[in-house]
């Protein structure tokens, strides 16, 4: 999942001190209880960038799907370390893992994750679902129901 809307972004404000603005806040709890709405499979672990907007998405996600567990941040997912060091230790955790960063970060873990050479960068509060390194499902703010996620 990416992070929801910061605020001051037209600003330029930097990713290490934005927080969510009330827009931001609002998506990503709309987003969380259409995927609770869903029954979509449990999460078993949430793992955030630690950039303030990122934290406050895992947590306010968290909370509509009523995981109970512990939001960590992971200081690799603020970016400039390889897909593939970030993702060894994700993958092994096993379950299903809500990952909140920024871009371009998480479309070179969902290329790593697929085995391709890219993948769809995602929109701010966005979600894709990868299923047995597989694309399954994304579901975007204003969409009403998941979507299938299409690669080229």
Known sequence: ?????????ASGASLA???????????VRALGT???RAESPEITA?????????????ELFAERVDYLGVVEA??????????EVVMQPILAR????LVVAEEPLLSDLGAFVVSRPSFPQLMHAQ??????????????PGDLARQLLLLA
């Open 1 to 9: 999942m990416r992070q929801s809307i910061p605020e001051g972004e």
């Open 17 to 27: 001190t934005a927080h969510l603005s009330a827009e931001g806040r609002r998506v």
């Open 34 to 36: 259409l995927v609770k």
């Open 46 to 58: 949430v793992l955030t960038s630690p950039h303030p907007a990122s934290v406050q998405t895992a």
């Open 74 to 83: 992971v200081p690799a997912l603020a970016g400039g370390v390889p897909a």
């Open 94 to 97: 096993g379950g299903t893992v």
């Open 127 to 140: 979600i894709s679902v990868l299923e047995d390194r597989k694309p399954a499902w994304r579901l975007r």
